[in-house]
């Protein structure tokens, strides 16, 4: 190996998922409940809100082929999208009005006839939630303060920093670093911490609930990791 390819490898990112912290209350009201994060440096070149790469956009027309209305529908009785239903009902979200992720994405697929891009970024993230039922997010590196891990919101807490950040009433589920709220639990990313265009640095986090297999979870990092990674 040359000097140069080892001081690379050195001052790579550690793209090993790891397990994040969660706080006691909701460890002991919500067993299963796990946040599983990973760095990730991009290579791919250009913008991240810009247009898909070829084979990105080719997969995107693939699984608009695959999924179609049956797999739809039998969608949600399959273990994954299961799993999420149920923990949605145990959090008082109905997942038929609050639709999980991967409902979510599949309905969209059938109002549009097809999954349309939405940015390399984007594009990724969905083709990870495709691929295994668990959803990915993504927050800029540089604007975390420590692990991650799940916790309650406190009143009037603001998701993320800024003058603009919105207020969050008590006891939301959120996931957080340090120092503050990053992301509703399944849904927002607050913005001052989502990745920019021209992010380079980004922390992947996936959600795992019980009875969602940490193998998928770990696969749904894996997928976007390595489409982000590709040169």
Do not use: K, N
Not at 186 to 197: C, I, K, Q
Not at 203 to 226: C, H, N
């Amino acid at each position: 190996m040359s000097a140069g390819r080892a001081g690379e490898e050195a001052s790579a990112p550690d793209a090993t998922p790891v397990v994040g912290w969660c706080a006691s209350e909701v460890e002991q009201e919500l067993p299963g409940l796990r946040v599983h994060s990973c760095a990730v440096r991009v290579g791919r070149l250009g913008s991240l809100t810009g247009a898909s790469p070829p084979d990105v956009e080719s997969r995107l027309r693939e699984a608009s082929s695959r999924i179609r209305g049956g797999r739809a529908i039998a969608m949600r009785r399959e273990p994954v999208p299961a799993a999420y239903r149920v923990f949605f009902l145990q959090i008082g979200m109905d997942p038929d009005v609050e639709r999980t992720p991967i409902e979510a994405a599949v309905t969209e697929r059938m109002l549009r006839g097809g999954f349309p891009t939405g940015g390399l970024l984007d594009d990724v993230l969905l083709m990870a939630l495709l691929d295994t039922g668990v959803a990915v997010w993504a927050l800029a590196a540089d604007a975390l303060d420590g692990p991650l891990g799940i916790r309650t919101s406190r009143e009037g807490e603001p998701l993320g920093h800024g003058p603009h950040a919105p207020l969050l009433a008590d006891g939301r589920l959120v996931v957080a670093d340090a120092s503050s709220a990053l992301a509703l639990l399944f849904g927002d990313v607050a913005d001052s911490h989502a990745p920019r265009a021209r992010s380079r640095e980004l922390v992947l986090f996936a959600i795992q609930v019980s009875g969602v297999p940490t193998l998928y979870v770990e696969e749904a990092l894996w997928s976007a990791r390595t489409a982000l990674e590709h040169p």
